[in-house]
C-alpha cells in the first residue's frame, strides 16, 4: 500500500514503514544529513577507499537517487526515524554493472540499536514484493563484520569473491537465488 506524506510542500513517496523507521524517497533537503553521513571517517571506514567524502559526493548521490526514483521507482531508499524526522541513512538497492547490490549505510549514532536490520529488512521486502527483484547481492570487506552479520541476519550467505582495488570482498546473495554461487 502507497503512503505519501507532505515534506517540503512535495508529496513524498513512502515505500515502507517499520516500527521505528521511515523508508522513503530522497529529496534535495536531504543532501547536508547526508553529507554529514559520509563526512565521518568511522562511517566510511569499509566504503570504498574507506576516505570520508565531501558535500559534492553527498549532492551527486542523492541526486542520483532522485532520478533513480524517477526512472524505474526503486533505489537505495533514504531512511528516516519515524519519531524524531531525521535522516539515519539509506538501505535499499543499485544496479551496480549489471548486478542487484544490496547496501545501506547509517549515521554513526543508529549504530548499535538494530536499525542497520530493520531497515534492511524493510527494504528487502519492498525490493521483492512491489519490484519484484530477484538475483540480489551484497558486498563487504570480510573485516566489516557489523555488515556481515546485518547480511547473514537477512538469510543471506556467501556466494563469490571479489576484489576491490587489491582489497579482498566477500559477496553475498540468498542460495535459492544463487544455487551454483556466483560466477564470473
Known amino acids: 500500500m502507497l503512503i505519501t506524506r507532505e ?5 513524498m513517496k513512502i515505500h515502507a514503514q517499520t ?6 524517497e530522497w529529496s534535495l533537503d536531504d543532501i547536508d544529513e547526508y553529507a554529514e553521513i559520509i563526512g565521518d571517517a568511522e562511517v566510511m ?6 576516505q570520508p567524502r565531501p558535500r559534492s559526493s553527498a549532492e551527486e548521490f542523492v541526486k542520483t537517487m532522485i532520478g533513480h526514483q524517477e526512472s524505474r521507482g526503486w533505489n537505495r531508499f ?8 531525521e535522516l539515519v541513512g539509506f538501505s535499499g538497492l543499485d544496479d551496480q554493472e549489471g548486478v542487484l547490490d544490496f547496501g545501506w549505510r547509517l549515521h554513526r549514532k543508529f549504530w548499535g540499536a538494530g536499525y542497520g536490520y ?4 524493510a527494504a528487502l521486502w519492498v525490493a521483492r514484493n512491489s519490484f519484484s527483484l530477484t538475483k540480489i547481492t551484497s558486498q563487504s570487506f570480510p573485516e566489516n563484520v557489523g555488515s556481515i552479520r546485518i547480511m547473514q541476519k537477512m538469510g543471506m ?3 563469490s569473491e571479489g576484489e576491490y582495488e587489491g582489497k579482498p570482498l566477500v559477496i553475498y546473495g540468498f542460495a535459492d537465488e544463487w544455487p551454483n554461487r556466483m560466477s564470473g
Open 45 to 50: 571506514k569499509y566504503i570504498g577507499n574507506g
Open 19 to 24: 516500527e521505528r523507521l521511515t523508508l522513503r
Open 78 to 85: 533514504a531512511v528516516e526515524h519515524t519519531n524524531t524526522g
Open 7 to 11: 515534506q517540503s510542500d512535495v508529496a
Open 118 to 121: 530493520e531497515a534492511s529488512a
Open 157 to 159: 550467505v556467501q556466494i
